[in-house]
Nanobody, 126 residues
Framework: QLQLVESGGGLVQPGGSLRLSCKAS????????IGWFRQVPGKEREGVSC????????VYADSVKGRFTISRDDAKNTVYLEMNSLQFLDTGVYFC???????????????????WGQGTQVTVSL
């Protein structure tokens, strides 16, 4: 069974850090694009970052550049999202998704992504 499972979310104060994990099972992440997305109730899902399977190229939304870092550990079949200097606006449910294609990743349209995890909640609050 193909599956993505996110973990690492939680409650953090502004300025704090979290590291999200996205563990794949049933397939190997190596050659596929992986994206991180977030959603707040009442708003559209937003692409945060992605990592291409082709060449490891990475893309970041302007709102997270310089604060978030996406990385892969192929041995663990896991992709991470390191989030630093967290702000109130970073609150949301974070999803990882896999695109089963060997091409450069993009954050839009998210319908390019074929498999989604269940999400993990990140809350930035005092």
């Amino acid at each position: 069974q193909l599956q993505l499972v996110e973990s690492g979310g939680g409650l953090v104060q502004p300025g704090g850090s979290l590291r999200l994990s996205c563990k794949a099972s049933g397939f190997t992440l190596d050659y596929f694009g992986i994206g991180w997305f977030r959603q707040v109730p009442g708003k559209e899902r937003e692409g945060v970052s992605c990592s291409s399977g082709t060449d490891g190229d990475t893309v970041y939304a302007d709102s997270v550049k310089g604060r978030f870092t996406i990385s892969r550990d192929d041995a663990k079949n896991t992709v991470y999202l390191e989030m630093n200097s967290l702000q109130f606006l970073d609150t949301g449910v974070y999803f990882c998704a896999a695109e089963f294609a060997n091409r450069k990743c993009v954050l839009r349209p998210d319908r390019r992504y074929d498999l989604w995890g269940q999400g993990t909640q990140v809350t930035v609050s005092l």
